[in-house]
């Protein structure tokens, strides 16, 4: 249980999840259901475009840190997942930040997709919370190969994805609005996972502190 929550509102929190998971389960089922049917390239095993860093709805985002919080497995191949990634994007640090600067955002994209610096949540090039990944990667479809994906990723979004993913953002902006949910979009994914779950020593002092006291 958070510190900063009294039973009862961790009684309303857990409540949110609940309602969090659902929503964010059927939403993916839905657009999976159309992207099996677009796309003869995406499936099990092809990860290329899980190396782009992208941002993510703050109720997508609780639900994701709840369920690595409950899994000790997830949690142990997250962790070890996000050493090799923060080792990856300290050797590639000048570069990052050249590609920082690029404000087009599928020019963006691109050149971190080059780098090849995995998402921490995959684990034998395979999603670990596939039902419960962002929309934003639910949604991605692409006209490519893998080994064509890897280099010029081309992807499409036909008018069926865009209703859904409508629909879908809007119910998870109400249920934020509905449980008064704090925050907007959180960019990266696996960093701001790895901050969550192993906050820097200072912050965890002062967290362990607060709870004694």
């Not at 036909?158 to 953002?169: G, K, M, R, T």
């Amino acid at each position: 249980m958070s510190a900063e929550r009294t039973p009862e509102l961790e009684a309303v929190y857990q409540q949110y999840l609940v309602e969090a998971t659902e929503l964010i389960l059927e939403g993916n089922r839905r657009l999976s259901e159309v992207t099996n049917k677009e796309s003869i390239f995406c499936g099990p095993g092809c990860s290329t475009c899980c190396c782009q860093v992208f941002s993510v709805h703050p109720v997508a985002f609780d639900v994701i840190l709840n369920k690595i919080e409950n899994d000790p497995l997830l949690r142990q191949r997250f962790e070890n997942n996000s050493t090799q990634r923060r080792m990856l994007i300290e050797k590639y640090k000048t570069r990052i930040e050249e590609i920082a600067k690029i404000q087009d955002s599928k020019l963006n994209n691109l050149e971190w997709i080059k780098l090849r610096i995995p998402c921490a949540l995959l684990h034998d090039d395979k999603c670990m919370i596939y039902a419960h990944r962002p929309y934003i990667c639910a949604a991605y479809i692409t006209l490519s190969p893998p080994r064509v994906c890897a280099i010029d990723p081309k992807g499409y979004r036909p008018l069926a994805i865009q209703i859904i993913l409508n629909e879908f953002y809007q119910a998870l902006l109400n249920l934020q609005l509905k449980y008064d949910m704090p925050g907007g979009p959180l960019h990266d994914l696996s960093l701001q996972l790895d901050h969550r779950l192993n906050p820097p020593q200072e912050e965890a002092a002062k967290k362990k502190r607060k709870k004694k006291s």
